[in-house]
């Protein structure tokens, strides 16, 4: 038994940590700053003509010519390095594209009026008068200094859910995702923010030239990212490496290793696997899974729970179930050096924006939400995790998540702990917030019951292990048009559409044949499918543009697929 390697400390995390923290320092003295302006420029209006009034003019001069400036163009700044680099983007949810428009309007109100009035001010206070334009400065920087303050308040509470575009983005896939920003561009967005500041020092004009130019970067990147998320997931395991070895049964596999097997307990084993020949590991997202090819040619899905940063292997942990398949036996007892086949990363199961987060997990099912609420913490969103599991022994990473984050965390175990409050932490959660849930089947459904009943203001999204009983009884046969091959389909009321087309394209994807993993995925040209799988949420029952043929049907006669 083997210790899996130790992981390198997240540089991404840091960088990230220290732009959030300058744009929190930077927004901060922005905010204080206006308020000192304001209550300088009040004291001014109403002194006596004299040194009180002269002075207190020239003092918040000062401040704001000298100092506000370059606080407001950081924290600005920052803010846009931050909402570029991470999930959040600028126009998805209501809050961030409110603080968007908010620091603009700030911005050009403390420079068009309260900075343009001073020659005026000053000129005006030696005379021992108050300047024309001292009320609108006073009204223009409280409003600035308000602004701040109702910022702080957007970011805490991030309220009023998702736009439009958010709504929209949501479900369109990988097309709709924001790819996170790489390690360098965050640095380089902290650092051209330090050299900004250094060289509004030196020349006296705070200006955001670097962060600009930095910021451009960060957009191309982040759209090529995108793009390149596109394609994996278009792609989902194929060739992409020197140990790909093609196609196995309907599934681009490549050739995989155990590098590493830790037993945690007699029927939980984590297990570190990676590419055959080095190459380092498809990127992912928290909430992907891979496919795992095992000695025997069964194919068993496995969420990741490791580090997405991490490209030197797949984390994954496996209960060993004997009562199932087979496939968890066979994979525990797979020691180091084993072979196996990897497919994907694929995900199914993807983190969306949202004012707050619940997560729910059941015993293994906390492996798929781990990497999620870590980002979500990461991105310091607010979030809150109920673990329930058979025993505390047996509930993978129960004491690293208790320990890490003692106030978010609430875990129980059967044998020893009282039922948690679901009713409670759901009837908390402010509108638009969403709740993610993997565990046993009752668990899920119980919950899918819950919130369909009672919170309409919630969205629920669930990964599945095993797919939920359907009914084949009604099914009714259908035809499906292949425009790109001519081809026309006849699909029997016995017999899956997956099944159906590989009599004419035998290479069609497929892993799970069970509506669970998501690798059958086609676009619908035309046509109303009857969706059946565990991967489309409710609120997604009526799309027309994707289906899972392995196990959805047709509503009309006759579905037109791109294939
Ligand atoms: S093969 Fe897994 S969803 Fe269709």
């Known amino acids: 038994m083997a210790r899996p390697g130790k992981k390198k400390p997240n540089a991404s995390k840091v960088w990230r940590a220290l732009l959030l923290w300058l744009h929190i320092v930077a927004a901060v003295c922005w905010m204080g700053q206006a308020l000192a302006v304001t209550v300088l420029l009040i004291i001014s209006a109403t002194s006596a003509a004299g040194d009180l009034k002269i002075g207190t003019i020239l003092a918040s001069d000062l401040l704001d010519q000298k100092i506000l400036g370059y606080s407001a163009i950081t924290a600005a700044w920052t803010g846009f390095g931050l909402s570029t680099t991470t999930t959040w983007g600028y126009f998805r949810s209501r809050w961030v594209t409110t603080k968007f428009v908010m620091t603009i309007a700030q911005i050009l109100t403390g420079t068009s009026v309260a900075g343009a009035a001073y020659p005026q001010l000053e000129a005006a206070s030696l005379d021992g008068k108050n300047g024309a334009s001292i009320l609108l400065a006073i009204i223009a920087v409280g409003l600035?200094?308000?602004?701040?303050?109702?910022?702080?308040?957007?970011?805490?509470?991030?309220p009023w859910g998702r736009t439009r575009w958010g709504h929209r983005a949501q479900t369109r896939g990988a097309e709709g995702r924001l790819a996170p920003a790489p390690t360098l561009v965050v640095a380089g967005l902290f650092l051209a923010a330090l050299v900004d500041l250094a060289i509004g020092l030196v020349t006296g004009i705070p200006l955001p030239s670097v962060s600009t130019a930095m910021l451009v970067v960060a957009l191309v990147v982040r759209r090529r990212a995108r793009t390149r998320l596109i394609a994996t997931d278009a792609a989902a395991g194929g060739g992409r490496s020197a140990a790909d070895r093609g196609s196995v049964g309907s599934t681009r596999v490549l050739d995989g290793v155990v590098a590493a097997r830790t037993q945690l307990t007699d029927?939980?084993?984590?297990?570190?696997?990676?590419?055959?020949?080095?190459?380092?590991?498809s990127e992912w997202e928290p909430g992907a899974h891979i496919d795992l090819l095992l000695p025997s040619g069964k194919v068993?899905?496995?969420?990741?729970?490791?580090?997405?940063?991490?490209?030197?292997?797949?984390?994954?942990?496996?209960?060993?179930?004997?009562?199932?398949?087979?496939?968890?036996?066979?994979?525990?007892?797979?020691?180091?050096?084993?072979?196996?086949?990897?497919?994907?990363?694929?995900?199914?199961?993807?983190?969306?924006?949202?004012?707050?987060?619940?997560?729910?997990?059941?015993?293994?099912?906390?492996?798929?939400?781990?990497?999620?609420?870590?980002?979500?913490?990461?991105?310091g969103q607010p979030w809150q995790l109920i673990y329930r599991g058979r025993t505390r022994v047996g509930m993978?990473?129960?004491?690293?998540?208790?320990?890490?984050?003692?106030?978010?965390?609430?875990?129980?175990?059967?044998?020893?702990?009282?039922?948690?409050?679901?009713?409670?932490?759901?009837?908390?959660?402010?509108?638009?917030?969403?709740?993610?849930?993997?565990?046993?089947?009752?668990?899920?459904?119980?919950?899918?019951?819950?919130?369909?009943?009672?919170?309409?203001?919630?969205?629920?999204?669930?990964?599945?292990?095993a797919a939920t009983a359907r009914d084949d009884s009604q099914n009714r046969p259908f035809k499906v048009f292949l425009p790109q091959t001519g081809e026309l389909v006849?699909?029997?009321?016995?017999?899956?559409?997956?099944?159906?087309?590989?009599s004419v394209l035998p290479e069609l994807p497929g892993s799970c044949e069970t509506g669970i993993c998501g690798s059958c995925e086609m676009r619908v040209l035309a046509g109303r499918p009857e969706h059946r799988d565990d991967i489309l949420t409710a609120a997604e029952?009526?799309?027309?543009?994707?289906?899972?043929p392995c196990v959805s049907r047709s509503k009309d006669p006759l579905l037109v697929l791109d294939a």
């Not at 600035?144 to 991030?158: C, D, E, H, I, T």
């Open 396 to 465: 993978p990473f129960a004491d690293e998540l208790s320990t890490q984050y003692p106030d978010q965390v609430s875990i129980s175990a059967a044998d020893a702990d009282a039922r948690p409050n679901l009713d409670a932490a759901l009837a908390g959660l402010p509108d638009g917030s969403v709740v993610y849930c993997c565990g046993p089947s009752s668990m899920m459904d119980s919950l899918d019951e819950k919130i369909s009943n009672g919170y309409p203001n919630l969205t629920l999204h669930v990964e599945r292990f």
């Open 144 to 158: 600035v200094a308000a602004g701040g303050a109702f910022q702080v308040f957007l970011s805490v509470s991030k």
């Open 541 to 548: 029952g009526d799309r027309t543009d994707v289906m899972y």
């Open 490 to 502: 006849d699909v029997p009321a016995d017999k899956s559409a997956l099944d159906s087309l590989r």
């Open 267 to 281: 029927s939980l084993v984590q297990l570190r696997v990676a590419v055959a020949d080095g190459s380092p590991v």
């Open 300 to 379: 068993r899905q496995y969420s990741l729970h490791g580090d997405p940063e991490d490209r030197g292997g797949f984390d994954v942990s496996v209960v060993r179930e004997a009562e199932g398949r087979g496939g968890s036996i066979e994979i525990f007892d797979l020691a180091e050096g084993a072979k196996v086949g990897i497919g994907g990363p694929r995900n199914n199961f993807p983190l969306v924006n949202a004012p707050r987060y619940l997560f729910v997990a059941g015993g293994i099912g906390i492996t798929a939400l781990k990497p999620m609420l870590e980002a979500i913490d990461h991105a």
